[in-house]
């Protein structure tokens, strides 16, 4: 076990990552499931977790399906479909499930402003908080759509509109830095030798770094390859 704060790091061959993450998961889906009879899942977009998806379409029994409530730790606001956060995971798992997952959407129509209004009363009215968070970053160590300098990473949320992502689209929704941390379980995975930089300044909690602001309530888990690791 961790000290609070400090991650438990697994390195694993790039090709186990996903099962590694998924495997991490399903326990924290199941203890959570356990307790409360259901468990609030957020995930990420982008490439990280599509071998965590690909594991839980093949694994995730019926019953832990049936008892998901699931949203995005940050989606693009008015994507198309096929560009969306919400699509990767229909793709990879969500079209392949033991049994139909229940979604929470993190975008709405409307402009940005209006899409963030919508979520936030839905995110309230249906979640009102997350208990198992899956999370990528990017090699700036940016996490959800929290980018390092941007206000959002001081705003309380529990959603976030982002006008100006330095990363295309500049439009995006996020979960706040406080909802994301107030979870049983948070599982990060990263790949690749670009990001191992940024992985060493946030284990050394550098505040500059979102990845390095990151403290989970619960358990802190990691899922690296060799090349992330460095």
């Not at 061959?13 to 409360?36: F, N, Q």
């Not at 029994?61 to 949203?71: E, F, S």
């Not at 599982?187 to 030798?193: N, R, S």
């Not at 670009?194 to 946030?202: D, I, M, R, T």
């Amino acid at each position: 076990m961790s000290l609070h704060g400090v991650p438990d790091v697994a390195v694993v061959p790039e090709a186990e990552v996903g099962a590694t993450a998924g495997a991490m998961l399903l326990d924290g889906i199941r203890a959570v499931v356990a307790a409360k009879g259901r468990c609030r899942l957020a995930v990420p977009g982008g490439t990280g977790p599509v071998g965590v998806f690909r594991w839980l379409a093949g694994t995730l029994p019926a019953d832990l399906a049936q008892a998901l409530i699931l949203t995005w730790v940050d989606e693009r606001h008015a994507a198309a479909p096929a560009d969306s956060n919400r699509q990767l995971a229909w793709d990879t798992w969500l079209s392949a499930s033991a049994a139909p997952v229940r979604e929470v959407p993190l975008d709405a129509p409307g402009t940005l402003a209006e899409a963030r209004e919508a979520v936030a009363a839905r995110f309230a009215a249906e979640l009102g908080g997350i208990d198992v968070a899956l999370l990528g970053c990017g090699p700036d160590g940016h996490i959800a759509s929290l980018f390092p300098g941007h206000p959002a990473l001081e705003e309380p949320g529990p959603v976030l509109a982002v006008p100006d992502s330095p990363k295309p689209p500049p439009e995006r929704l996020t979960l706040s830095l406080p909802v994301l941390r107030d979870v049983e379980l948070a599982v990060l995975v990263a790949t690749g030798a670009a990001k191992a930089a940024v992985l060493k300044q946030a284990l050394a909690g550098h505040a500059d770094v979102p990845l390095g602001r990151y403290v989970p309530r619960g358990a802190w888990r990691w899922v690296l390859d060799p090349g992330a690791a460095g």
